[in-house]
């Protein structure tokens, strides 16, 4: 079955630096990439769509200057939280569509803890 | 795309089958419903979808009613594997769409 990889699975990091989280495909060509979000006990937040390719859609009250997003090719998209500060401190998940299917399922990767200290 | 309607928490016995009621009232004729659950501190699991029909698989079945305003999830046979929070979503058939999470509903598998 499609298998979405994310990288890392956690990572702490000082105030003020940057962090890179990765988001694969592995064994299918993602048409389109998703970014979200999720704050303990709450919903999953859509941050961000994104198409290899071309710039990322962000979703309204996300800062594009902060959340960096790379869609390089159709298997890797990346997420670099800049300046990192306390209140960024989430977990963070991709989701990647396939390419080839109809309204298919969205496969999911297994999350990013970050914690900012 | 259209929202979805969750009780917030149920609680089901291990082995018995668990229903979980989903309303979309306002969905339109060419969305699908899916429902993806997310087991704690993991990504969400893809578990089924449908258009109008009934839908099985090896994970669960997906009754939509006539009119399509409501659905239900069955579980067959709840394990405490399967607590979780099960997200109902209505979306549209491009599969370049934005996946929408509500609330959820937490289902709480007890033995």
């Known amino acids: 079955g499609a298998v979405v990889s994310q990288h890392p699975s956690r990572v702490i990091c000082k105030s003020g630096t940057s962090v890179k989280i990765e988001c694969r495909s592995l064994d299918f060509q993602a048409t389109t990439m998703f970014w979200y979000r999720q704050f303990p006990k709450k919903s999953l937040m859509l941050m961000a769509t994104s198409n290899e390719g071309s710039k990322a859609t962000y979703e309204q009250g996300v800062e594009k200057d902060k959340f960096l997003i790379n869609h390089a090719s159709l298997t890797l998209s990346t997420l670099t939280v800049t300046s990192a500060h306390p209140e960024d401190s989430s977990f963070y998940i991709c989701?990647?569509?396939?390419?080839?299917?109809?309204?298919?399922?969205?496969?999911f990767g297994s999350g990013t803890r970050l914690t900012v200290v | 795309d259209a929202k979805t309607t969750q009780p917030t928490s149920m609680d089901c016995a291990e082995g018995r089958a668990a229903n979980l009621p989903c309303n979309h009232s306002t969905i339109s004729g060419n969305e699908y419903v899916y429902w993806y659950r997310q087991i704690h501190s993991q990504g969400p699991q893809y578990i089924i979808h449908?258009?109008?029909n009934n839908e099985t698989n090896e994970m669960a079945s997906l009754i939509i009613t006539e009119d399509r305003k409501s659905s239900t999830l069955i579980l067959p046979h709840a394990t405490l594997r399967d607590t979780a929070v099960y997200y109902c979503i209505v979306k549209g058939s491009s599969n370049t769409g934005k996946l929408i999470f509500g609330q959820g509903t937490t289902l709480q598998v007890k033995p």
């Open positions: 989701s990647a569509s396939r390419m080839e299917r109809g309204p298919g399922s969205y496969t």
């Open positions: 449908g258009l109008k």
